[in-house]
């Protein structure tokens, strides 16, 4: 009877136990199962969404190194026009490490056209005379400033003016939005291979975003080739409001290449020679050639 009894309670203790192990665990139910892997799914999205916050940092992090970068340019652009405003000596001086070389032989647009660089990116054309007749010279109307019209490729052609201080700006630059003939910019080591030149500089017209007054140039040509001699006019200028300086700037194009082989400019004082000048600047870059039909470069 007490074995009898024995094991009737060891049976009842193994049904036991057997019920207990073929309960339902929690993984097998569905709808934990369901659960789980919406549990994955939305941690596969946040791993996703991390990610992309992370590239977004990081592309943040490098555009506003790009703009530092930029601010750092400009400053040092507004750096260089300071110190070349005390003499026209020192301004020369500035412009270029090289002794001026002489354009020789004709100098008409066309012939300017027909040089190639040799190192001498600025030339002095005939002897450093301006050549405007006396009537050119004349105040009678005041001072004034003159545009061409774009010719057929689309290009600026020249720019003329009597420059006095009436006409120097009152307010501060905007930003430059026109994108003249031949615009295919790329970074360099030391900024950018092209700025949008003015032709009469903004310092000497208030004229900024016109189309008529900006090429492609670089930006050895904008500054501190170009800039070097608005900078003599400018402070000539800013002697007396009663001074005035003939002035003449146009781009020398080969045929219908889109951006100019150089630019020619010319300028004279009036009732003096404390300005007087007659110069053409090749339209280069160290390091860069550049296609001028198109206005696509490679590096050296």
């Known amino acids: 009877m007490t074995k009898t009894m024995t094991r009737l309670a060891l049976l009842a203790g193994l049904l036991l136990l057997t019920g207990c192990s073929a309960t339902p665990t929690k993984q097998a139910d569905p709808a934990y199962t369901k659960f789980q892997s919406s549990t994955k799914a939305t941690r596969a999205a946040n791993s996703s969404l991390?990610?992309?916050?992370?590239?977004?940092?990081?592309e943040i992090h490098q555009t506003t190194a790009d703009i530092a970068t930029l601010k750092a340019d400009l400053a040092d652009s507004s750096s260089t026009a300071s110190s070349k405003a005390g003499s026209k000596a020192t301004t020369s001086a500035k412009a270029s490490s090289k002794t001026k070389a002489t354009a020789g032989g004709a100098t008409s647009p066309a012939a300017l056209a027909a040089k190639s660089y040799a190192g001498d990116q600025e030339l002095t054309v005939d002897n450093n005379a301006p050549g405007f007749a006396a009537s050119e010279l004349s105040t009678a109307h005041g001072a004034w400033e003159r545009y061409?019209?774009?010719?057929?490729?689309?290009?600026?052609?020249?720019?003329?003016?009597?420059?006095?201080?009436?006409?120097?700006?009152?307010?501060?630059?905007?930003?430059?939005?026109?994108?003249?003939?031949?615009?295919?910019?790329?970074?360099?080591a030391h900024g950018w291979l092209y700025n949008r030149s003015h032709l009469i500089g903004f310092q000497l017209s208030g004229e900024n975003n016109n189309p008529k007054n900006l090429i492609t140039g670089t930006q050895s040509l904008n500054n501190p080739l170009m800039l070097a001699h608005e900078m003599d006019i400018a402070t000539y200028l800013k002697g007396s409001s009663k001074r005035y300086v003939r002035y003449q700037v146009r781009p020398i194009y080969r045929g219908h290449e889109l951006v100019a082989r150089g630019v020619q400019m010319r300028a004279q004082s009036v009732g003096d020679n404390t300005i007087r000048f007659n110069v053409y600047i090749f339209n280069v870059e160290d390091g860069y050639t550049i296609n001028y039909a198109t206005g696509t470069s490679t590096t050296n």
């Open 148 to 188: 061409a019209n774009l010719d057929a490729d689309n290009r600026a052609v020249v720019a003329d003016a009597l420059l006095n201080t009436s006409l120097m700006p009152t307010t501060d630059r905007t930003a430059l939005t026109w994108d003249p003939t031949g615009w295919h910019n790329r970074r360099t």
């Open 50 to 58: 991390e990610a992309a916050i992370a590239d977004t940092d990081q």
